[in-house]
């Protein structure tokens, strides 16, 4: 992964009143303050319908709020990997294993073509799908796309993993496996992850923010004494 700064005291990014109103009036987000910092492993949950996935598509620049400000540091946003909600996806799209892992590659302009193929080898390998690098995704079962795309938003090594729901479709076995990765990345990446099943994420998160249309940090006494959690949040 890209190192970066580990000093936890530097914001990433910065939400300040930030609010979300979707045509009718429909109120998704509401007065939304919260910091990420450098190193940070920000666990998210909250109810179905609560703005999780709204959120997160803020963060990614994929949405404007209708209220407040999203402030990078450095005045622009940091080299993002996301995993979408498998959902989001269509599986019948004529593309293969391999060809998906290497979108994650085409903004990156430092690596020639051979490094790009050996890099994309590696994820693949990383996600096990090596058998399948040259099938369609059509072919894959749920859980097998997920790894796809798993792959996608690590072959680039960002500073920032987004992840929507990664253990969704998982088997048990690559489950503990993705733990082992998550495990690796947070040594140089920030991550967010949005997860209904949060009983191993918790141990490795800095910070549990719920989301229900506001936002609350959790006050959990397995996350007391994290820096990466930030103080102005609202607490639970």
Not at 3 to 15: A, C, V
Not at 179 to 191: A, G, K, M, N, P
């Amino acid at each position: 992964m890209n190192s970066h700064d580990t000093d936890t005291t530097r914001p990433l990014i910065t939400l300040s009143g930030v609010g979300m109103q979707y045509d009718g009036g429909r109120t998704v987000l509401d007065d939304i303050n919260a910091t990420v910092r450098h190193g940070d492993f920000v666990a998210i949950t909250g109810p179905n319908g609560g703005g999780k996935t709204t959120l997160l598509r803020i963060i990614l620049g994929l949405l404007r709020p209708t209220r407040g400000t999203v402030d990078y540091c450095g005045g622009c946003s940091p080299a993002i990997g996301y995993l979408p909600q498998k959902n989001s996806i269509d599986s019948h799209f004529p593309i293969t294993v391999r060809e998906v892992v290497a979108t994650g590659l085409l903004a990156d302009r430092s690596l020639s073509a051979s490094e790009k193929a050996a890099r994309t080898d590696e994820y693949i390998r990383l996600v096990d799908l090596a058998a399948h690098a040259d099938h369609p995704i059509g072919r894959l079962s749920g859980g097998q796309l997920q790894r796809a795309l798993l792959g996608r938003a690590l072959v680039s090594r960002p500073t920032m993993l987004v992840m929507d729901e990664p253990l969704s479709y998982l088997d048990k076995h690559f489950e503990a496996h993705l733990y082992d990765i998550l495990r690796s990345v947070r040594e140089h990446s920030t991550i967010l992850l949005v997860s209904h099943e949060m009983s191993h994420i918790d141990s490795m998160a800095t910070c549990h923010w719920i989301v229900d249309r506001t936002l609350h940090r959790c006050n959990a006494p397995h996350h007391f004494g994290h820096s990466g959690c930030d103080e102005n949040d609202n607490t639970l």
